[in-house]
């Protein structure tokens, strides 16, 4: 999969998202077998949960003028504050590429323990992330990544080429359950100069064509509700008959689903996008055409505020084997359904 320096646009997410950072901070054993044999305390920590040294943590992302993104500054937030050893040093959001410049050299003079950085241009931002690890400063690239893994000690991030796999194997196993042999299939996309909507589309494509169906009707829209709504009615006045939609960003979903509402289509069945939390209410109504949704979840923040954490006490994750944080982490893109959607409504969010 590729990775975008442009990168994926914004929405909001529920208090509870916090709780995607859980996964970094478990327990492990350090007794000795009952044999006296000496074994490697491999991620011996004990409890990452508890206190530990200090740390102060620079966190700098773009505006929040789209839900998804301020999800991640709110994520942020709220994950420092799980911590009484955290202090978060957060710059205002800036779309401007050289303010942001500005306010990462900033922290970096300050002398924060880490960084935490969400990159409007991960291109842009690549000079100042490397001038924080030449200084001793471990930077947790979130998202955009940056030119050069020099550049940052950890990425996290979402996978754009799996949201369209899985999306696509959902639509193709559902279809075949309801015995459609031969569906028409569309696809709104994002904006199909960005990288992100290219490796969308083309894990929907892979995706489909392993079960042999295809996308037969596809538009691209720009993650907003009035091009999607735009965008979707100019594909139903093409496709007079739909089995399946895929949407690949639920705030852009909003105009979706009005366009469907508004032609009185419901011949078909859609999948969303990212995990916003108006879908999945519309999921568990079950009342419409929504029946899905394909995470690309926000509370990734909050997982990188646990990793630059630890990062900053010189601790590693203790589940895991290695002694060391790893260098990537890519979060999965789960699928949404009324049967499951319970389990993810804490890390939906508003679009």
Known sequence: MRRTNLGRRGFLLSAAGVGAGAVLVGCTSNEQPSDGNQQPQVGAQGSN??????????????????????????????AAGQYSDVTLEATEGTNDVNRQVAQVESLISQGVDALVILPFDGKALTRVGRQAMDAGIPVINVDRVFDTPLAYRTWIGGDNYRMGVNAGNYIAERLKSENVSNPVIGEVAGLDSLPLTQDRSQ????????HGFEVTHRVAAEFTPETGQEQTANLLQSAQDLDALWNHDDDQGIGVVAAIDAAGRDDFFMVGG???????????????????????????????????RLLGQSKGMSDLAEHEIP?????YSAVVTKDNVDSYLDVGFDS
């Open 49 to 78: 949960a508890e206190p530990g040294d200090p740390v102060t943590i620079g966190f700098s992302a773009p505006a929040a003028d789209h839900g998804w993104m301020a999800a991640m500054t709110i994520n942020a937030r709220e």
């Open 203 to 210: 894990g929907f494509a892979d995706a489909l064509a392993t």
């Open 274 to 308: 990212a995990g916003s939390r108006n879908m999945m209410d519309l999921i568990k109504a079950d009342s419409g055409p929504v029946k899905a949704t394909v995470l690309y979840s926000p509370s990734m923040a909050a997982s990188a505020i646990s990793l630059a």
């Open 327 to 331: 260098a990537e982490v890519t979060t």
